[in-house]
């Protein structure tokens, strides 16, 4: 039994030789590395700067015309003459359309020369009035015919006029939807027409920014169809009421369109400045770490000897963001190095080496690229 134990005791001490002696030849020469040991991680870092920003709300708006009307007649009819092309600019008062309306002209010829007979009969009679050769109710009954004839006159000439379809203001038209000698019933949609110029967006803004509305408040439009293009305008109307459902106030604004480059019925993104400029801090957007407890950003200090840089994590506020930038409100300051890139890797004390050359310049209204 003593000579089982001896084998046993010699033979743990034999493994815990081997392995002290490869410890020993395999550690590094010289002190232990500072910060436990941890080696220092590659990072991309930019200063904090000072960039003054005019808070905007980034809203969806449509596009409606200033004018905007689909043209039908009140009364049924055959086409007789078209006086206009799809997408002819016309001018208030154009006529466009005239339906067949002979017998209604022919009424119309009637009606007037009665009306000229009855004028006629109350000239006569008033001269036969001054010899005594007619009563006063002659004269009477003459004036009454008169004005009745002259009141169908009047009636049938608008009755004339339903036939022919005018451009109630100025614009352009739209598709053609009738031929020559085609069937109108009334009401049947000719054309549309479209005051482009100005050109109005109408959107809707929460009801807490209520009291940061006014007319003339700049406006900025963009639009899918113009890529990197902005159009400017003015808020022109609030409306006088919040949406029940929403609890949104509907804004109008008015935008100039000389090139009518904009449609109604288009979808934009609006940019409405609700405050004065503000500075803020601003860093890329990159910068930013997302986590259940809230915003963090890791700055680069030196180290305790001074020689180089660890990093430590501070908690956020962000603001608006502007293309590659975001606004930081609270917990940082302006000069402060900050991590873009390689956050992954480091913790509280991490050493870091700054490496910027694989980056790009984070920019605030960066142009997209194919």
């Given at each position: 039994m003593r000579t089982r134990h001896v084998i046993a005791w010699l033979a743990v001490a034999a493994v815990a030789g081997a392995a002290y002696y490869v410890v020993k030849e395999r550690a590094p020469a010289g002190p232990a590395p500072a910060h436990g040991g941890a080696p220092a991680q590659t990072v991309a870092a930019q200063t904090a700067q000072i960039q003054t920003w005019q808070p905007t709300?980034?809203?969806v708006g449509e596009l409606r015309a200033s004018k905007g009307a689909d043209l039908a007649l009140q009364v049924s009819g055959v086409v007789q003459t078209l006086s206009f092309e799809s997408g002819d600019t016309v001018k208030a008062g154009a006529p466009l359309l005239h339906l067949v309306a002979d017998d209604q002209t022919a009424k119309l010829t009637s009606l007037k020369a009665t009306a000229e007979l009855n004028a006629l009969t109350l000239k006569r009679d008033t001269e036969q009035l001054k010899i005594k050769a007619v009563s006063q109710a002659t004269i009477e009954t003459d004036q009454a015919n008169l004005k009745n004839s002259e009141a169908l006159v009047k009636q049938q000439e608008a009755l004339v006029s339903y036939y022919t379809l005018k451009a109630p203001?100025?614009?352009?038209?739209?598709i053609r939807s009738v031929d020559l000698g085609q069937y109108l019933s009334a009401g049947t949609v000719i054309v549309t027409l479209q005051a482009l110029d100005p050109i109005f967006a109408d959107f809707f803004v929460p009801q807490q920014y209520i009291g940061s509305?006014?007319?003339g408040q700049p406006v900025t439009l963009k639009i899918?169809?113009?890529p990197g293009q902005a159009f400017t305008g003015a808020v022109s109307a609030i409306n006088a009421k919040v949406e029940a459902g929403s609890r949104n106030v509907k804004v109008r604004a008015t935008f100039k369109n000389p090139d009518d480059k904009l449609v109604p019925g288009m979808f934009a993104k609006v940019d409405l400045e609700i405050d004065a400029a503000q500075p803020f801090?601003?860093?890329p957007q990159t910068a930013i770490v997302a986590n259940p407890y809230g915003s963090t950003v890791f700055v680069l200090e030196k180290d305790a000897a001074g020689t180089g840089l660890v990093a430590r994590e501070t908690f956020v506020k962000t603001g608006q963001a502007r293309g590659d930038l975001i606004a930081v409100t609270s917990g940082l300051k302006e000069g402060e190095t900050v991590v873009v890139a390689g956050q992954i890797k480091l913790r509280n004390g991490t050493p870091a080496v700054v490496d910027n050359s694989h980056?790009?310049?984070?920019?605030?209204?960066?142009?997209?690229?194919?």
């Open positions: 709300m980034e809203l203001f100025a614009g352009r038209l739209g509305l006014k007319v899918d169809a113009y801090v601003t860093l980056i790009p310049t984070a920019e605030r209204d960066p142009n997209v690229s194919d």
